[in-house]
C-alpha cells in the first residue's frame, strides 16, 4: 500500500502527501454557519451516493456493490453440542440507495452521528454450518442472502485530531457504532437441509421473527461491521487535512 500511494505520488505529482481537498463533487459545509448540520448531510448522502464508482486517489471503494474484505468473518458456537456457524465472503448492494441522511458533528468531542435510510440492503454471504440440530447432524457449505427493507442505520464514529506535515488531520479513534433499525428482513440461505422445503420453512421462519433475529445479532454483535466503515472513513480522513473538509475553522 505504501509503494503505490509513493508511486501515485511521483506518477501523478499531486500532493498527496500533503493532503488533498475534497473529491470534486464531495459538498464542503461551513462550521460557523447555522445550516452546517443540514449542509453535512447533504453532503454525506451526495458522497455516499457518488460511490457508485470509486475514489481510488482517496482509498474509497465502490460501495455498491461493496465487496468485505477476506478478514470480515463472523464465527460463532460450538459443532461439538450445537452448531458452529461462519459466515464470511460478505457482499453489501444498496449502500448507495440512500433516501434520507441526518448528520451531526460535534467539534469539541469529536463524534459524528449519522442516520442513514436506504431503500433496500441485500447482504450476501458464504456461509458453513456444521455440528448437531437436535440430533440430525448437519455440514453444509453454502451461500445465503439477508435483505433489510427500508433500513434505518445509525452509526457514530469517534475521531481524533493530530498533526502531520504540520497539517490538521483527523483519525478515527476506534469504538464507534452501527446499529440498525429494517422495517423488515428477508433471509434467504440456500440449501441447508436436502430435504429443500425445510430450508424454506427456517427462512420463512426467521423472516417472519425478524424482530427477534435483529435484537439477537445487535446483542451478540455490537460492532459488526463498524471496523470496515472505519477503516473507510479513515482512508479519507489520512488524505484531506481538516482544513479542506470543512470551511470556517
Ligand atoms: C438520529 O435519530 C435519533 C432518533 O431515532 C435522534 O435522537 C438523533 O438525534 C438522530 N441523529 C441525527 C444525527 O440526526
Ligand atoms: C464437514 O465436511 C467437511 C468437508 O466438506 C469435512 O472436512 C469435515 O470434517 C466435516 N465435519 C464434520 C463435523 O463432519
Known amino acids: 500500500m505504501k509503494a503505490i500511494i509513493t508511486l501515485v505520488c511521483i506518477l501523478t505529482l499531486t500532493n498527496l502527501c500533503q493532503g488533498l481537498t475534497l473529491p470534486s463533487g464531495f459538498k464542503k459545509c461551513d462550521k460557523t454557519k447555522s445550516d452546517f448540520n443540514p449542509c453535512l448531510s447533504t ?5 455516499i451516493q457518488q460511490l457508485k464508482e470509486p475514489q481510488t486517489e482517496y482509498g474509497l471503494p465502490t460501495l455498491d456493490p461493496f465487496v468485505g474484505p477476506d478478514d470480515m468473518i ?3 458456537g460450538d459443532e461439538t453440542t450445537g452448531l458452529r456457524q461462519k459466515y464470511t465472503s460478505f457482499k453489501f448492494n444498496g449502500l448507495t440507495d440512500v ?11 469529536k463524534t459524528l452521528h449519522l442516520n442513514i435510510t436506504f431503500v433496500e440492503v441485500v447482504v450476501e454471504f458464504d456461509y458453513q ?17 439477508c435483505t433489510l427493507i427500508k433500513p434505518l442505520f445509525k452509526l457514530a464514529f469517534n475521531l481524533e485530531e493530530y498533526e502531520f506535515e504540520k497539517q490538521s488531520h483527523y483519525r478515527v479513534a476506534g469504538g464507534g457504532k452501527l446499529n440498525f433499525f429494517p422495517e423488515a428482513i428477508i433471509f434467504d440461505y440456500k440449501d441447508i437441509f436436502k430435504k429443500g422445503s425445510l430450508t424454506e420453512e427456517i427462512n420463512k421462519g ?7 433475529v435483529t435484537a439477537y445479532w445487535q446483542g451478540m454483535f455490537p460492532r459488526l461491521f463498524m471496523d470496515v466503515f472505519e ?13 479542506d473538509l470543512f470551511d470556517g475553522l
Open 43 to 47: 453532503a454525506i448522502q451526495g458522497a
Open 99 to 109: 433516501t434520507s441522511t441526518s448528520a451531526s458533528f460535534d467539534f469539541s468531542t
Open 74 to 76: 463472523v464465527e460463532y
Open 129 to 145: 454450518i456444521s455440528g448437531w440440530f437436535i440430533l440430525y447432524p448437519v455440514n453444509v457449505s453454502t451461500t445465503g442472502s
Open 231 to 243: 477503516e473507510i472513513f479513515d482512508e479519507l480522513l489520512k488524505r484531506v487535512p481538516v482544513p
Open 206 to 212: 426467521m423472516s417472519e421473527n425478524w424482530k427477534i
